[in-house]
Structure formats: structure tokens, C-alpha cells
């Protein structure tokens, strides 16, 4: 019997609920130093896209926000 197609690829997005279903549990959240200012969410399907593209973080395609700037540094 063949597997279904969803299981033979490397997930690269996850969605809201399905991060805080799988992930967000496993995280330890801290309580000192500045909030982020991405979601946990956003910044964990960065590490998901730059797993899969193998290339350096500051090569990965960061969307820009609302005034036109990167929504994170590189660094």
C-alpha cells in the first residue's frame, strides 16, 4: 500500500493551532529581558523554512511589515 504524499515531505509552515498544539508546549517561555517582537510562532517557521532551504539566516527571505522594513534582523 502506497503512504499518503503529506508524510514523505519536510514541513516547512505550520499553522497557528498546529504549533500550539506540537511545539509550544515543549517551549520554555522566560520571564527576564524584552518581549519579542515576532509571534513564537513566526519565528519558529523562520527556523522551519531555514532548515529546508540550507542556507545562512541572513540569505533567508524575511517579509517586511507594515513600514516597509524586515520584520527581524538577520542578526
Known amino acids: 500500500m502506497a503512504q499518503s504524499q503529506q508524510w ?11 504549533f500550539e498544539e506540537f511545539v509550544l508546549p515543549h517551549l520554555h ?3 527576564r529581558g524584552p518581549q519579542p517582537k515576532l ?7 523562520y527556523i522551519l523554512k531555514l532548515l529546508y532551504l540550507g542556507c545562512q539566516w541572513k ?10 522594513q524586515p520584520e527581524i534582523h538577520y542578526t
Open 8 to 18: 514523505q515531505s519536510i514541513p516547512t509552515h505550520l499553522t497557528r493551532e498546529q
Open 29 to 31: 517561555l522566560g520571564s
Open 39 to 45: 509571534s513564537l510562532h513566526a519565528i519558529f517557521n
Open 59 to 68: 540569505e533567508l527571505p524575511i517579509q517586511q511589515n507594515k513600514a516597509g
